[in-house]
Structures are given as C-alpha cells and as structure tokens.
C-alpha cells in the first residue's frame, strides 16, 4: 500500500474479531513508529504492549479497582467499564503509548509532539497491513494507578491505548473540511 493510501483508509475501528496479534508483528510495528521525527534524538516514546493474555489480565484487574471504576463518574463507572472489557476481549493486541516528562516545557512539548509522530506511524503501518487500529484515551486506560500496574514509569505520561487487531466491521469515514478552509498561504 503506498503513503497516500494508509493515510486515506485509516480509520478508527472499534469492533475486532478476537484473533491474537503475534508479539512479532506488533514488533515490526513498533520498529517503524520508532522512525517518526524526534528532536535531539531524545526518542521518548514507550510503548507498553499488552498481547491477548495480558487484556484478558487486565479485563480482570480493571473491575476490582473502586478507584477506577468510580472515575470520572462514579454513576456510571461500572457499566462503561463492562463495555470496555467486552470491547477489549476481541482485540489481537493493544499498545500504551507514553513518552517521558522532560523537564523543559520546550522540550516536553516537542516529545509530546514526537510520541504522536510515532502513534501516526504505527496506526498507517498497521493499516498497510491491513489491520485495524484505534486510538483510545479511555479513562480507565489512561488512568495513573492503571499505567503503574502495566510498568509504566512515574516519569512518563500517557498519549493513548492503540487498539489493534482484525476489524469486522468497516468504520465509517467522517467526512474532513476542505483543506482550503484550514490551510493559508502566506502572501504579503
Ligand atoms: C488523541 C486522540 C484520542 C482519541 N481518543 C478517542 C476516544 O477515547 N474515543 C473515541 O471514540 N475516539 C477517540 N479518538 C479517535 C477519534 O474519534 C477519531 O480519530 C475521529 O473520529 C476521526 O475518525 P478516523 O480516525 O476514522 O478518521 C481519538 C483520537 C485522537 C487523535
């Protein structure tokens, strides 16, 4: 698949087979993430990678976390919780995608803006492989106490769950404004 193609056809899919992703393939994947732009070569990303056994891990862990399941809204916690979970059981794999805190506001902000480069990369290398993929900032993934539990450094701060595996079912295309209507050259 070339450049332009990935980058039209990638959509943000949320209904997965359940067929496993092999540790080697989300590797391939990770291997080319890691060529995103990254200034001074700090190359902050992490990426914490969850294969079918350690969803299934976490599906269990996540419902017994009061904290969590009451957060942001404790009214609904419980019922979004058993959605996600469901939601995760049909993933092939999912990766945590943090970067690390630097202490320069400059600089945290570049890494921030190098950890999406890399998140961009992999969604259009799973693309090319015809995989679906999904960004997620679910709150339950993202929250502080679940990313200590995966191995995520106190350091790092979260961009996002990549959700990865078979789509089943085509995810709809939103419709982008006309470039024109967000690009301006400068003239003067
Ligand atoms: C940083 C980021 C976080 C996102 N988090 C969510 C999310 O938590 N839930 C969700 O439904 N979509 C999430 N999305 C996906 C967007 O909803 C999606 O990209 C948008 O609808 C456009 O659809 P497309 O990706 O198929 O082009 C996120 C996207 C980005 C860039």
């Known amino acids: 698949m070339n450049v332009d193609l990935a980058i039209r056809s990638r959509r943000s899919s949320k209904q997965f087979s359940g067929v496993a992703l092999p540790r080697t393939e989300v590797d391939a994947l990770l291997e080319l993430a890691s060529w995103a732009p990254t200034h001074r070569m700090t ?3 992490r990426f914490t990678c969850l294969d079918q056994a350690a969803l299934g891990r976490l599906a269990t862990w996540l419902p017994q976390q009061a904290d969590i399941v009451a ?3 404790p009214a609904k916690g419980a019922a979004k919780l058993a959605k996600l979970t469901i939601m995760l059981s049909g993933l092939g794999a999912m990766v945590v995608v943090t970067w690390v805190r630097a202490t320069d506001p400059v600089v945290d902000l570049e890494d921030h803006a190098a950890a999406s480069a890399a998140v ?27 990313l200590a539990h995966l191995g995520c450094g106190p350091d790092e701060a979260c961009l996002g769950a990549i959700w990865l595996g078979t789509a089943t079912a085509p995810a709809a295309t939103p419709d982008r404004l006309p470039i024109a209507e967000r690009r301006r050259w400068c003239d003067g």
Do not use: E, I, K
């Not at 969604?123 to 502080?144: E, K």
């Open 71 to 73: 957060f942001p809204d």
């Open 120 to 146: 961009q990369n992999l969604l259009l290398a799973a693309t090319a492989r015809g995989l679906g993929s999904f960004w997620s900032t679910n709150q339950a993934l993202a929250h502080h106490r679940t």
């Open 43 to 45: 190359q902050p990303w």
